[in-house]
C-alpha cells in the first residue's frame, strides 16, 4: 500500500488547510491511521491519529484546533487544520499501520507565516 499526500500550501497565520491522504490499496485493517510533522532541525513528531475502531488522539499542540478524519470506504485519511500558528510549518506525512507494517507518504509541505 502506497500513500499519497496532497494539500499543503503557503498559508498566512489563522489561515485553514485541509490535507488529504489517499491509500493506494485498503486501509479497513489499519490498526492507525495519522499524520506526523516535521519542522525544520527538529524531529518528526505526531500531530494525530485515528484507531480503527473510531478513536482519535490529537497532539495538545494542535487539539481543538486540528480534526482527523478517516474514511476506510475511500481509503482516505484528512486532516483539517484551523486557526493556524507559524509553528505549525513543516512536512506533514501520512503515516499508516496495519498489524504487520507501517506505511509513510511521500510529505507534504505546510508554511504558516506571521
Known amino acids: 500500500v502506497q500513500l499519497q499526500a496532497s494539500g499543503g500550501g503557503v498559508v498566512q497565520a489563522g489561515d485553514s488547510l485541509r490535507l488529504s491522504c489517499a491509500a493506494s490499496?485498503?486501509?479497513?485493517?489499519?490498526?492507525?491511521m495519522g499524520w506526523y510533522r516535521q519542522a525544520p532541525g527538529k524531529q518528526r513528531e505526531l500531530v494525530a491519529t485515528?484507531?480503527?475502531?473510531?478513536?482519535?488522539n490529537y497532539a495538545s499542540s494542535v487539539k481543538g484546533r486540528f480534526t482527523i478524519s478517516r474514511d476506510n470506504s475511500k481509503n482516505t485519511v484528512s486532516l483539517e487544520m484551523n486557526s493556524l500558528k507559524p509553528e505549525d510549518t513543516g512536512v506533514y506525512y501520512c503515516?499508516?499501520?496495519?498489524?504487520?507494517?507501517?506505511?509513510w507518504g511521500q510529505g507534504t509541505q505546510v508554511t504558516v507565516s506571521s
Open positions: 503515516y499508516g499501520a496495519d498489524p504487520l507494517l507501517q506505511y
Open positions: 490499496g485498503s486501509i479497513v485493517w489499519f490498526d492507525i
Open positions: 485515528a484507531r480503527s475502531g473510531g478513536s482519535t
